[in-house]
């Protein structure tokens, strides 16, 4: 309780004395304010790119429809560390600009023996009331923690056993009932679904069949909804293109399609990253890669990914914390975002329908 009262206490006056705000939201011109996780989440296997889950996470808190900017740390009282982790959330406002606001909300802390046993914490909406909940995936079972509407309810259990993938784990929601499943990717590329009821996780199901092909891109695996049924797809990016599993059936036959299907005509990946986030607004995840060279995406059809289109060239083309798309400026229009290092500053680049715009920091 103690380091409670201390956290929220200290949090705004730290913000505060981070101060200088750059009238023109130059990054360069940024005090720093390091706002990122101290975990590293990435539980990826050899060879693959995680999608844009380390160290701070994008989701929204309120409900507004706008992604807000969530930290899970190591919580610092008056006298150092308490071994405790704390979750904090900067909401994303759009008046008079569009930004992360100064103030820092502590959602919740976690205790020193969860963080210990955690391999991973999402934040996703479990049971549709459109505020995302933390899900803690812990070496014993999974914890939920349901968004009450601006502070986090107790941890309650949403399973009795272990889950996660040996490979990879993920978050989606597989049957469209905008309730957040659970994704276990494990070695040869098999996939295990536990569905969210709204108050658990159902018993495991296999998704992909025996011998059937593996759903393992070397060059990223995802699962994001680019069919448009609301359901997320399996997705692979591997060295001759995009490969993609549309989520089919339902109950106990619902699977990822098989056999997969080429989504792109010719190889198309890069080295900074791959991300699949609705551009267009028109409830399809598109296609994104990130590399030296700039930002491409390709418009989903809906069963395809069409021409590569450039949306930038000139500046930083990645964070070197985070990197992710999600819409902050325009509801249903993922913007970039990009956490740095160096001073813990959030970039956004708004999505322009076209182009991504100016670089701007949004957490000043
Ligand atoms: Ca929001
Ligand atoms: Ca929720
Ligand atoms: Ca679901
Ligand atoms: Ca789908």
Redesign the pocket.
């Known amino acids: 309780m103690r380091s409670i009262l201390l956290a929220s206490l200290l949090t705004p006056l730290l913000a505060s004395q981070a101060g200088a705000t750059p009238a023109d939201n130059d990054c360069s011109l940024y005090t720093p304010d390091p706002y990122y996780g101290s975990l590293n989440w990435s539980q990826v296997h050899p060879g693959s790119h995680s999608i844009g889950q380390d160290g701070i996470q994008f989701a929204d808190i309120n409900g507004d429809g706008r992604a807000d900017a969530i930290a899970v740390a190591t919580d610092v009282n008056g006298w150092g560390m308490n071994g405790n982790m704390r979750i904090t959330v900067r909401l994303a406002v759009t008046y008079p600009e569009v930004k992360f606001s100064d103030t820092t909300t502590v959602l919740d802390l976690l205790s020193s023996w969860e963080a210990f046993s955690m391999r991973r914490i999402f934040f996703v909406d479990?049971n549709n009331d459109t505020f995302a909940d933390a899900v803690s995936i812990l070496d014993s079972q999974v914890v939920v923690r349901l968004n009450t509407g601006g502070a986090l309810g107790a941890p309650t259990a949403w399973t009795s056993d272990p889950f996660s993938g040996s490979w990879e784990t993920f978050m989606a929601?597989?049957?469209?009932?905008?309730?957040?499943?659970l994704i276990a990717v494990s070695s040869g590329g098999g996939v295990t679904v536990r569905?969210?009821n709204g108050a658990g996780f159902d018993p495991a199901r296999p998704w992909t069949g025996r011998r059937q092909s593996a759903v393992y891109g070397t060059h990223g695996t995802a699962f994001a909804d680019v069919t448009g049924d609301g359901r997320a797809d399996a997705i692979a990016v591997r060295d001759d293109g995009i490969w993609v599993r549309p989520a089919i059936g339902t109950g106990d036959s619902a699977s990822f399609a098989y056999p997969e299907v080429r989504w792109t005509n010719t190889a198309w990946w890069d080295t900074y990253g791959m991300y699949f986030a609705d551009l267009t607004g028109d409830g399809k995840a598109d296609a994104i890669m990130t590399g030296p060279s700039g930002v491409q995406m390709r418009l989903s059809t809906g069963s395809a990914f069409s021409v590569a289109q450039t949306w930038l060239t000139v500046g930083v083309f990645r964070g070197d914390v985070t990197t992710a798309f999600a819409p902050v400026s325009t509801l249903g229009r993922a913007d970039m975002l990009m956490v740095m290092f160096a001073n813990g500053a959030i970039k956004g680049r708004p999505n322009l329908w076209s182009y991504f715009g100016l670089e701007l920091c949004w957490d000043v």
């Open positions: 479990v929601d597989v049957d469209n009932d905008h309730q957040a499943d569905r969210s």
